[in-house]
């Protein structure tokens, strides 16, 4: 067998891993984040001051080492081990909050309970909800990691991408990172369509161009250095920014003709119309049957087509929770009911899935099918829950300690503005790996899918050895990390459109 059959090999026939296995690995991003969020905290406890000495260099090594690292080590060396680094994570951080608190205990007024009781009262102030940007970056970091590690024997299987049905850590990432865009969306944010409804949605078929020409040339690329596809993934000309862009299309139409409060209502409609489709004609059939690629353009590309109906769905899932989550609410008892909120979502829509397993067939990222858009939606739930718990730990660390210069996450309301505190938390920002991702999300991706080729290119990533994975792992999220790092610093954001 050819190189390229070889890698085509490695990655087919899959069957995935569990749903528990997934869900428990939503508690890594959150605990890291707390960890990044106390390791600042005790030095600024320690010398009263932040940014930590040579900010570019010191701020950019301390959040891929605390940020990026175990990330990289959870879907590699450390894979068989994720209970044990999680409960790890979790009691080295419970410690150092105690710490903190017991410290700084002095300054509160009145026993613990009193402590909690006005935390609980007490206001938040942001730019950007921390948590919902927080969701996006680190959806679209584990993406990095993911699309070049699962060309390793390092990288476990049952975390790559599933042939037909399985649950796969890659295919939540696809749904997820549908899910993602639709959070921020114009109609998630509330915006009101500018003029006639036509004009909306011609401005919005403008608006994907980048997403085409980026599918384009992919394919292009692919078709020209002879790289290896996995054909049954969207088909033989198709790729995921052609699903990004027509999911964006149909999305907004929809949008501009129902009402974007009742998104939900949709999504549930064409999710089950399209699963009934599967079930009672032969749809399902055809999608599958994987030997008559040539007939047609269709033919040959029926996943990436057919499945576009499923991502509709999860996007327009995701705008409706984007509504939710825009709301204007300060309270920190506020905040705490919404996260509840989310995670009764998600509870429910894992309860759906578990019904729809049982009764209907499968998860299948393939098929984009019914119980696919409800994991996709219940698992980013879930992941968005930790993610805002974490906020809230970070939050009190910050009303006990008063050190406010933590990024990313929720600041005290501050009754005056003190020009020179926003000036260091500004200079915080600035520093932020986080908040680097956040400006320049697109080109992110697109450099990570650069590097993943280049890599392949170079490295014969099925015959090295675990040490040597791991090095190229590292540097490839290095230099993706310390390349978007320089354009932040240097206030420059990559605009597509």
């Given at each position: 067998m050819s190189q390229r059959d070889l890698k085509e090999a490695f990655i087919s026939n899959l069957n995935g891993t569990t749903l528990q296995e997934v869900a428990l690995g939503s508690f890594l991003t959150p605990l890291c984040l707390i960890s990044r969020g106390l390791i600042l905290t005790l030095y600024h406890q320690a010398r009263g001051t932040l940014p930590l000495p040579l900010p570019l260099i010191s701020h950019l090594l301390l959040d891929f080492c605390v940020l990026i690292l175990p990330l990289v080590l959870s879907c590699t060396i450390l894979s068989d081990a994720l209970h044990q680094v999680i409960l790890g994570l979790a009691f080295i951080a419970g410690c150092v909050l105690c710490y903190i608190y017991r410290t700084n205990s002095h300054c509160s007024v009145g026993p613990p309970q009193n402590t909690v009781s006005s935390f609980l009262q007490s206001h938040v102030q942001f730019?950007?909800?921390?948590?919902?940007?927080?969701?996006?970056?680190?959806?679209?970091?584990?993406?990095?990691?993911?699309?070049?590690?699962?060309?390793?024997?390092?990288?476990?299987?049952?975390?790559?991408?599933?042939?037909?049905?399985?649950?796969?850590?890659?295919?939540?990432?696809?749904?997820?990172?549908?899910?993602?865009?639709?959070?921020?969306?114009?109609?998630?944010?509330g915006k009101n369509i500018c003029g006639s409804k036509v004009n909306h949605i011609v401005k919005q078929l403008l608006s994907v161009w980048p997403l085409v020409v980026l599918g384009m040339g992919r394919l292009v690329s692919l078709k020209i250095s002879g790289y290896h596809e996995h054909v049954t993934e969207y088909g033989i000309h198709w790729n995921f920014f052609f699903t990004l862009a027509i999911v964006r299309v149909v999305a907004s139409v929809l949008l501009a003709v129902f009402p974007s409060s009742r998104a939900w209502v949709i999504a549930l409609l064409i999710s089950g119309f399209y699963q009934l489709v599967l079930e009672t004609s032969g749809l399902k059939t055809f999608i599958i049957h994987n030997e008559d690629r040539e007939i047609s353009?269709?033919?040959?590309?029926?996943?990436?087509?057919?499945?576009?109906?499923?991502?509709?769905?999860?996007?327009?899932?995701?705008?409706?929770?984007?509504?939710?989550?825009?709301?204007?609410?300060?309270?920190?008892?506020?905040?705490?009911?919404?996260?509840?909120?989310?995670?009764l979502g998600s509870f429910v829509l894992y309860t759906a899935l578990f019904i729809c397993q049982t009764l209907v067939e499968p998860v299948s990222r393939r098929l984009a099918n019914l119980p696919f858009c409800l994991w996709s939606i219940a698992q980013s739930l879930f992941f968005m829950t930790c993610l805002g718990a974490a906020?809230?730990?970070?939050?009190?660390?910050?009303?006990?300690?008063?050190?406010?210069?933590?990024?990313?996450?929720?600041?005290?309301?501050?009754?005056?503005?003190?020009?020179?505190?926003?000036?260091?938390?500004?200079?915080?920002?600035?520093?932020?790996?986080?908040?680097?991702?956040?400006?320049?999300?697109?080109?992110?991706?697109?450099?990570?899918?650069?590097?993943?080729?280049?890599?392949?290119?170079?490295?014969?990533t099925l015959g090295c050895s675990?040490?040597?994975?791991?090095?190229?792992?590292?540097?490839?999220?290095?230099?993706n990390c310390l390349v978007i790092g320089v354009l932040h610093h240097c206030g420059v954001t990559v605009k597509f459109w």
């Open positions: 730019n950007q909800l921390p948590f919902v940007t927080i969701f996006r970056v680190f959806v679209n970091v584990k993406t990095a990691i993911s699309i070049l590690a699962v060309d390793f024997s390092i990288f476990p299987r049952r975390y790559a991408k599933t042939e037909t049905y399985g649950t796969g850590v890659m295919d939540f990432g696809v749904g997820a990172y549908v899910f993602a865009n639709a959070l921020v969306c114009p109609e998630a944010r353009f269709l033919h040959a590309n029926k996943e990436g087509v057919f499945s576009t109906a499923g991502y509709v769905a999860i996007y327009i899932a995701g705008v409706q929770v984007g509504l939710y989550v825009m709301q204007p609410r300060s309270q920190v008892r506020q905040w705490l009911k919404a996260l509840f909120n989310l995670f906020d809230m730990v970070l939050l009190f660390s910050k009303r006990t300690s008063g050190c406010h210069l933590v990024p990313s996450s929720w600041n005290p309301h501050k009754k005056k503005t003190d020009s020179a505190s926003d000036k260091k938390t500004s200079d915080i920002e600035r520093h932020c790996l986080v908040q680097a991702v956040s400006r320049n999300q697109l080109l992110f991706f697109l450099l990570a899918n650069v590097m993943t080729g280049l890599t392949n290119s170079i490295v014969d675990s040490s040597f994975s791991l090095v190229v792992l590292l540097s490839y999220m290095f230099v």
